[in-house]
């Protein structure tokens, strides 16, 4: 599961039970670091994970990552291959320049597209091309001469980490500074997934891998891509009188570390019910969305989609059952506005706190419709860990986040 968001970022307030950042040492000598950080989009608000561990002792430890693919005298492609660089050299190894983008961590604290601008303006002053006096203000720079620099330094704004290590900590540097906190920032990044045999349960954490700086005008939202597995029984229709939407009850499959592979992972998709007065199309996208989950036969099927991350109250429209009686008899004589009563309310009106994923679109890959699946109900029984697991790791989650 890919995630992707737009939102502002901040720690939570610790208590004695959830401590946004910490650091724990073991009697061997190993140290785990850990920070739990929000990202606030919209009506919307997700708890992001960064999880590392390193040997006190920096001369102790690697870290194990991937190199870059290459091309070879043939024009063939040749794949990447594991890298290990020594823990104290993560940050100046030579290795540095091989390792592949995506086992990268990034924070970039450059706005959105300044660099590619500069690069191109260094290259238009180095063939003798004058920039224009709208081009150097844009750029942020007085004239020509200053473009190098600003390059340079815009250069030293994206810093990139091959540890979880330094990448936690970095995180928590920039939002302690509080020159951010009303920054938003583009975050991509991945679901994680850990089965707990005591409790019966999977636990799920966001991972961010890349934190990019976002215009200030940039739309807040959060969306996740995720392949569904689903079946004759996964689509729920009985609660859509009560509760206005349909729900999907299917599985993703999943990496599990402890488990060293996939775990059917419980997913529910809701997709809302269109309201009474929406006009054909609407009421006709939904039936479609609908019929795509609908199995006849006893095989699974799957289906990439897109979905709305929703944790929060969300802003609703104002219907009659919210209003008094008063302000009905004063809506009818003209006497006030639904306007009115929104500014009463503040300008927005809210339901209940949601935690969902909703459906949005059809994910690329998925165009042609769903597919059939080799998973049989045999696949969807997670076998238990008979393994004890090594000191530094958790029979995970036992943090209690709802006090964010």
């Not at 290795?95 to 924070?107: D, H, R, T, Y």
């Not at 909703?358 to 860990?385: E, H, N």
């Amino acid at each position: 599961m890919v995630f992707e968001m737009i939102g502002k970022i901040s720690l939570g307030k610790q208590t004695e039970k959830f401590k946004p950042y910490s650091e724990h040492t073991y009697d061997s000598g190993w140290v785990k670091r850990k920070i739990m950080f929000n990202a606030i989009c919209g009506d919307n608000r997700h708890l992001l994970t960064v999880d590392a561990g390193s040997f006190a002792d920096e001369n102790k430890g690697f870290v194990y990552t991937f190199s870059k693919g290459s091309v070879d005298d043939n024009g063939n492609k040749v794949k990447g291959e594991s890298l290990k660089i020594p823990f104290k050299d993560r940050l100046t190894s030579p290795k540095l320049a091989e390792v592949a983008e995506f086992k990268k961590f990034v924070f970039d604290l450059e706005k959105p597209n300044r660099r590619y601008k500069l690069e191109k303006a260094a290259e238009k002053v180095k063939e003798g091309t004058s920039l224009t006096d709208e081009e150097l203000k844009e750029l942020g720079v007085e004239n020509e001469s200053e473009i190098n620099d600003a390059l340079e330094k815009s250069n030293k704004k994206r810093h990139e980490f091959i540890s979880e290590w330094d990448f936690a900590e970095f995180i928590k540097k920039v939002i302690d500074s509080g020159k951010y906190a009303d920054k938003k920032f583009y975050i991509k990044g991945n679901a994680d997934y850990s089965y707990s045999d005591n409790k019966k349960q999977v636990y799920e954490s966001y991972i961010p891998q890349r934190i990019y700086l976002a215009d200030d005008d940039a739309e807040e939202y959060s969306t996740a891509t995720i392949k569904v597995v689903f079946n004759k029984d996964s689509l729920d229709e009985m609660s859509v009188e009560e509760k206005g939407k349909y729900y999907v009850n299917g599985y993703m499959f999943e990496y599990d570390h402890n488990r060293k592979g996939n775990i059917p992972v419980p997913v529910t998709i809701t997709i809302p019910v269109a309201p009474d007065d929406a006009d054909e199309k609407a009421k006709k996208r939904v039936e479609a969305i609908k019929h795509k989950f609908m199995v006849d036969d006893d095989t699974y099927k799957e289906i990439g989609v897109e979905v709305n991350m929703l944790n929060g109250a969300q802003k609703v429209e104002i219907t009659d059952d919210m209003l008094t009686d008063e302000q009905k008899e004063d809506l009818d004589c003209g006497l006030i506005t639904l306007d009115d009563i929104r500014a009463d309310l503040g300008g927005s009106v809210y339901g209940d706190r949601v935690q969902e994923y909703q459906f949005k679109k059809i994910a690329r890959g998925y165009t042609k419709g769903r597919v059939d699946s080799i998973y049989t109900d045999d696949d969807m029984v997670i076998k238990p860990l008979e393994t004890e697991l090594p000191e530094g790791t958790e029979d995970l989650f036992d943090d209690d986040s709802d006090e964010l």
